[in-house]
């Protein structure tokens, strides 16, 4: 427990003493015998809450054992206000505000919560009462401490409230970022970041879908980098890695923001050039491969890869994004034959 050290003159150890004639006034005498049943309070909520039938989650054991630590204070508080009329501390309130964030953060019910302090709202009133009784302590007196239960249990269920709402606030938040995370992940490669194939499917379908409409063309351009078996012997995976990243921010950074560039596989890339014909989308075939054979600087030396690319456009080459795809592919072939490119890789 940490927010105590003003609890410590009611605890059960400091009242074994003979008290003082001041002591002895009601409201002391009464705060001081309801801090006496400050366990037995505990008990009682414990076993009342059992009888209940638990909302949702199946209680977490570290909610339990928080929520009795809780109860305990919260009578503790209780007990000083009715025998010195000390209000209750920033520091207490929050210990007491965060058994909702840990209910929020262990899904437990916020019916849970909301009964829990019903129940300590009744016990105590319970407690007082019975104690009053046998201290004959005056009606006034007994009805303040009830009215500071009341206030204290009002209070502390909407800092309670308050506390699991802001908590489910930032879970939400954070299964949202999640969600994208994860949305990302299965749509982009893991290693440059680019669209994968099943992102590139869409887009292709997409722009099928879109120049039909608009009797336009797009072309299709497959990449295949050349020399780069020898790159990845020579620098290992993790150097390979590393080019490859380069290749793709290059060719990122060469076409337009309308355009997509992704990684169809290995050392394969393919780029959709939204809106572009025949003879633009061979121009820039050409312009990427002088972009990609400029050489790379890497570990201080110099890296050269090289790439071959096909075009395909639509319709004339395919009006799917199979079709496309394979006759962009034939495209690149026929270009490495004719260029006398070696496959090895």
């Not at 009715?82 to 916020?110: K, N």
């Not at 669209?195 to 299709?220: C, E, H, K, M, W």
């Not at 790379?296 to 050269?304: A, D, H, P, Q």
Request: proline letters at 3%; charged letters at 25%; one cysteine or more.
């Amino acid at each position: 427990m940490q927010p105590l050290q003003q609890i410590d003159r009611l605890s059960p150890e400091t009242l074994d003493g003979k008290p003082t004639q001041d002591e002895w006034s009601p409201g002391r005498a009464l705060g001081h015998a309801l801090a006496l049943r400050a366990e037995e309070c505990c008990d009682l909520c414990y076993a009342r809450a059992a009888a209940h039938t638990w909302a949702g989650r199946p209680p977490d054991p570290m909610y339990t054992e928080r929520s009795r630590g809780v109860n305990w204070l919260a009578t503790m508080m209780t007990a000083r206000w009715v025998a010195y009329g000390v209000p209750v501390s920033a520091d207490e309130m929050l210990y007491i505000a965060e058994r909702g964030e840990l209910a929020a953060s262990l899904q437990q019910s916020i019916v849970n919560i909301t009964r829990a302090h019903l129940i300590w709202r009744d016990t105590i009133g319970e407690i007082l009462r019975d104690e009053a009784s046998r201290l004959n302590t005056p009606r006034e007196v007994v009805g303040n401490a009830l009215r500071a239960v009341r206030m204290s249990c009002d209070a502390n269920l909407v800092q309670m409230a308050r506390a699991f709402d802001t908590r489910m606030d930032e879970l939400s938040s954070e299964l949202a970022t999640e969600r994208e995370t994860l949305l990302h992940q299965a749509f982009h490669d893991p290693l440059t970041g680019l669209p994968n194939r099943v992102l590139l499917y869409d887009r292709i379908n997409q722009a099928v879908l879109t120049t039909r409409r608009n009797a336009g063309t797009f072309a299709i351009l497959a990449i295949d980098l050349d020399g780069f078996k020898a790159v990845n012997d020579s620098l290992g995976h993790d150097g390979g890695d590393i080019v490859l990243q380069h290749v793709a921010d290059r060719l990122v950074h060469a076409v337009r923001e309308s355009d997509t560039v992704a990684r169809h596989g290995g050392d394969e890339f393919t780029v959709l050039l939204a809106g572009m014909a025949l003879a633009s989308a061979a121009a820039t075939a050409q312009k990427l491969e002088a972009l990609l054979s400029q050489v790379l600087c890497f570990g201080g030396e110099g890296i050269s890869v090289g790439a071959t690319i096909g075009v395909a456009t639509y319709p004339s080459d395919g009006d799917d994004v199979h079709a496309l795809l394979s006759a962009a592919d034939r495209a690149m072939y026929r270009r490495k034959r004719e260029r006398g490119t070696s496959r090895e890789r």
